[in-house]
């Protein structure tokens, strides 16, 4: 049962700590999305790459995130230093696009990584 | 730019009344229109989509239908049950096939 794997699924840190969140996108998908989604703000989209590479970060704030793909198994998403209003549930969806297509398609997500900030 | 918004919750039913959750959207082109669906405590899931106009998605007794005309592809379902309560997003993939989430619809079915 192919699904996308998130870890860890609850992490409580201090201010000023590094977070480290991983995502294992589904075999065989090419994009990877990560997502922060908080009461407040909904569901927003922090970095988005296809076939490893970055193509959308504008969602995220550059001087404490983040994100990577070491490689098509793996996404990271890293804060440094962490602050309280980090604290949220992190998503991470997984899909395929062909460039010139018009229709991905269906995203797939993981449960979540929620973090608390104190 | 591309965009979806939907109706603002919370919606609370009660069991086996009508539903209707309204979804707009606005797009250059012709965007594929997704609902998913999040339970508490789990990840959104892919509850049904419409790829072109006058296309028709369903699944679980829910139902939407892709509107070019009013940009709209409004949920529905006929009779709710206490199992559907969630939130429900309506979405839309743009340019750059990039998704475009709407906010989130929270429904409470009541029993």
């Known amino acids: 049962d192919a699904r996308v794997t998130q870890t860890p699924r609850h992490k409580v840190t201090e201010m000023g700590q590094e977070v480290t969140m991983r995502c294992q996108p589904i075999l065989g998908h090419n994009t990877v999305f990560w997502y922060r989604q908080t009461m407040m703000q909904g569901l927003e989209l922090l970095a988005y790459f296809r076939n490893r590479a970055p193509l959308d970060d504008s969602g995220m704030p550059k001087d404490r995130f983040s994100a990577e793909m070491p490689d098509a198994t793996l996404a990271t998403l890293k804060i440094q230093p962490s602050e309280p209003r980090d604290s949220a549930v992190y998503f991470c969806a997984s899909g395929l696009s062909f460039p010139g297509s018009p229709n991905t398609g269906e995203l797939f997500f993981g449960e979540g990584s929620r973090l608390t900030v104190l | 730019g591309d965009s979806v918004t939907q109706m603002e919750g919370p919606v609370t039913l009660s069991e086996e009344a009508c539903l209707t959750i309204?979804?707009?959207?606005?797009?250059?082109?012709?965007?594929?229109l997704f609902w998913y669906v999040q339970y508490p405590g789990e990840g959104l899931q892919l509850l049904l989509k419409?790829?072109?106009?006058?296309d028709k998605g369903s699944n679980k007794g829910f139902e939407a239908t892709y509107r070019k005309e009013t940009t709209s592809f409004h949920l529905e379902k006929g009779s709710v049950q206490v199992s559907d309560s969630a939130v429900y997003f309506c979405?839309?993939?743009?340019?750059?096939?990039?998704?475009?989430f709407g906010t989130g619809t929270s429904l409470t079915v009541i029993p």
């Open positions: 979405a839309l993939i743009g340019t750059g096939n990039q998704f475009y």
């Open positions: 419409a790829t072109k106009a006058d």
């Open positions: 309204n979804c707009t959207y606005t797009a250059t082109g012709y965007p594929s």
